[in-house]
Nanobody
Framework: QVQLVESGGGLVQAGGSLRLSCAAS????????MGWYRQAPGKQRELVAR???????NVADSVKGRFTVSRDNAKNTMYLQMNSLKSEDTAVYYC?????????????WGQGTQVTVSS
């Protein structure tokens, strides 16, 4: 059984920073692309940032220059460094990963972590 667990969310003032972590555990052979998504109340889930297995990244225009995605393959962990936070960044942040335990890749999601930015 594979699990993705996010941590690092919380309440922060506008202009502040948070660092989210997403740790994969269980029967893992290989982890492909990983990504951070977010969903604000009344809105659709949207991509925030993605990182490939080789480290190539892409980041949504709305967070470019403020958010940085990275991963530590030895720890099966992905990070999202969020700086200069704005009230519009308030959302539940979800981790997503393509994980193989030996026969193809499957799509996994974490349970989400709340980020609240107060203005």
């Amino acid at each position: 059984q594979v699990q993705l667990v996010e941590s690092g969310g919380g309440l922060v003032q506008a202009g502040g920073s948070l660092r989210l972590s997403c740790a994969a555990s269980g029967r893992i052979f290989s982890i492909g692309p990983m990504g951070w998504y977010r969903q604000a109340p009344g809105k659709q889930r949207e991509l925030v940032a993605r990182i490939g297995g080789g480290g190539n990244t892409n980041v949504a225009d709305s967070v470019k220059g403020r958010f940085t995605v990275s991963r530590d393959n030895a720890k099966n962990t992905m990070y999202l460094q969020m700086n200069s936070l704005k009230s519009e960044d308030t959302a539940v942040y979800y981790c997503n990963a393509q994980i193989s335990y030996g026969s193809g890749f499957r799509d996994y999601w974490g349970q989400g972590t709340q980020v609240t930015v107060s203005s």
